[in-house]
Structure formats: C-alpha cells, structure tokens
C-alpha cells in the first residue's frame, strides 16, 4: 500500500515491485499493487487465507526500523475522516471484519519512513532500507509455505 507520490509513504509498492522482479512467486501467492484505494481493496482481499502489507508505518521509531505487526497487533478501526479518501488499511480491515469476510491471518511489515515530502523517489535512508523489508516479505512468505525463489541473470526481466 502506499502512495509513490509522497517520498517513503511509496515504500511498500517499491518492496512489491522488488518482488515482483527478482523473485518466482509460488501459486497461491498474488501480488495486489493497493496503493492509496482504500475500500476499493475489499473484493481483492476478502476470505483471504493471509494477507501480507508492506507499507510505510509510523512509529516513533528512528527512520528505517523495521515494524512487524501480525494478528491484533494490526489495528481494526474505523477512523474519524474527513473524507472518503482518507480511508485506510484499518477501515477496510474493519469492514471485512464486520461482513465476516476477514482474512485468516494478517501480517503488516513495513518501515518507519524518513519523509513524506512531495517525491517519487524514496529516501536515501530508506532506499538503503528496502531490501530489507523484501527479505521480512520474502521470510514471512516461507513461514506460510509460500517460499520464493529469487530469479536467476538469465531469469531476471530486462528493464525497458
């Protein structure tokens, strides 16, 4: 999730695209671009046996820390907004939890950002963060019995 126009709030579509490129996804495992959709998503990830996040998340920490939250450390709310817009991750997690249509587990990895200035590129600090955060991906896949397998030189897609 994540929006590629506010610097490191882009984090966890940078890690997606990452995984995207340099490793074979396992059947089972579909990679969802959800960017700033909101409620959008609840076709998408609704009766889903796991859900994993990548995003940027606010802490307190020092930039870069890594955060993992799995089970009820995820937070389920429904916020105070403004506007429809502002929905995040926790409405829409709210909202499959009321219909019944949760995912079996979730698990949200992710970093403190540094800045989340106008930008679409990350942070040095965070860039030097990111592989990181793909191996947190690629590690919590394996756990679940989805283990990637990172692409060869010859298997690697050529950038245009």
């Known amino acids: 999730m994540g929006n590629i126009l506010l610097q ?14 340099d490793y074979e996804l396992p059947p089972g495992v579909e990679l969802l671009d959800g960017g700033t959709t909101g409620m959008g998503l609840l076709d998408d990830i609704s009766r889903r046996r796991h859900l994993i996040v990548l995003d ?18 995820v937070p389920v709310y429904f916020g105070i907004r403004v506007t429809p817009h502002q929905l995040g991750l926790s409405d829409v997690l709210a909202t499959l939890e009321l219909s019944g ?7 949200v990895l992710g970093l403190v950002p540094h800045s989340l200035e106008l930008s679409l590129e990350l942070s040095g600090a965070i ?34």
Do not use: C, F, N, W
Request: charged fraction near 25%; proline fraction near 10%; hydrophobic fraction near 35%.
């Open 8 to 21: 490191d709030e882009g984090l966890g579509i940078r890690a997606l695209e990452v995984l995207q490129h």
């Open 56 to 73: 940027a998340v606010q802490t307190g920490a020092p930039p870069g820390t890594p955060v993992v939250m799995r089970g009820e450390e």
């Open 101 to 107: 249509e949760q995912p079996g587990s979730v698990t």
């Open 127 to 160: 860039e030097a963060k990111l592989p990181e955060l793909v191996d947190l991906a690629v590690s919590e896949l394996t756990q679940l019995g989805y283990a990637p397998t990172k692409k060869g030189p010859d298997t690697l897609i050529a950038e245009d």
